[in-house]
């Protein structure tokens, strides 16, 4: 055997030797649960938010209709917390827009009385504008029913805002949502009833569930008040749990809820719903909240 012979079965070996280790080497660290490398992220997206939108549509209930605010059973859109333009309240559209551009670029499509069920088709009116933003304050008449009974079921709140949201993508795929929390309506009750004009108004029909026989601290009213105010926070769940499967939708955190409204800041009318300053508050609120940068 020449010597060009052997040299090059030295290197062939060698070679061999090498290559056996890297598999090896491989091998045994997949048995010990090594890092395979990188592959197929499981993380979402991460959400993409303009906080600076250029038109506003509000969808709910009484509140962002401004019920109550300037006089008594009575809508008064203009201070709407959402999209007004009066300037004591300096609403979420005028802060957003400015005031001339709001009057154009806003739109409010809250009815009074409106409940979860109703969202969906308010959703679809609001979403043919093709807004890049729609505000969301709605929960509160699902909790003030007649009876505790009659309030809207935890799944039926969470199937009507996921049918609303789906109405809504259908029509602007790309616009985001700020969701409001639902007030905390004890709060309320022991704010308002301090006022005999305004225990009036209540008898009258206004949350029942909550406010009927104000002045009564018996077992049966407090466990009826207790009940509702735990209804209550099922749904501000509910609305947070939903929103977060949406990329472009943001939630207030509960801080609505959390406002400890005082009487200032209730209607003079009914003690209940959002005086002009209240709606004031309610904008701030927003506002904050659209305009955060968040990661």
């Known amino acids: 055997m020449g010597q060009g012979t052997r040299v090059r079965r030295r290197r062939a070996r ?27 992220s499981s993380a979402r997206p991460t959400p993409v938010w303009d906080t600076s939108p ?34 004591e309240v300096d609403s979420l559209a005028v802060r957003l827009l400015g005031r001339d551009r709001a009057a154009a670029r806003s739109w409010n499509h809250a009815v009074t009385g409106a409940r979860m069920a109703d969202l969906a088709g308010q959703m679809t009116r609001a979403g043919a504008h093709r807004p890049e933003l729609v505000a969301v304050l709605v929960g509160a008449n699902d909790a003030c029913r007649s009876s505790v009974a009659e309030m809207t079921s935890v799944a039926g709140f969470r199937a009507g805002f996921q049918r609303a949201m789906r109405a809504l993508r259908a029509q602007a795929p790309k616009a985001q949502v700020y969701v409001a929390s639902i007030p905390d309506l004890k709060r309320l009750w022991s704010q308002g009833r301090t006022n005999p004009l305004g225990k009036q108004v209540w008898k009258l029909g206004i949350c029942p569930s909550m406010l009927g026989d104000a002045d009564s601290l018996d077992a049966a009213a407090t466990a009826r008040r207790e009940t509702v105010g735990k209804r209550v926070a099922d749904y501000n769940e509910v609305l947070r749990e939903v929103c977060a499967q949406d990329l472009r939708c943001r939630t207030d955190g509960g801080a609505v809820h959390d406002y400890r409204f005082g009487t200032k800041e209730l209607s003079h009318w009914d003690w209940f719903h959002p005086s002009v300053t209240g709606q004031a508050k309610l904008a701030g609120i927003a506002y904050r909240v659209v305009t955060a940068k968040r990661s």
């Open 14 to 40: 060698a070679f061999l030797a090498v290559l056996a280790s890297g598999v090896l080497g491989v091998t045994g660290c997949d048995a010990v649960g090594g890092d395979p490398g990188p592959g197929p």
């Open 54 to 87: 250029r038109s506003v549509a509000a969808v709910g209930d009484s509140i962002t209709r401004g019920f109550d605010a300037c006089m008594v059973l009575s809508d008064c859109p203009e201070v709407s917390w959402a999209t007004g333009d009066r300037a």
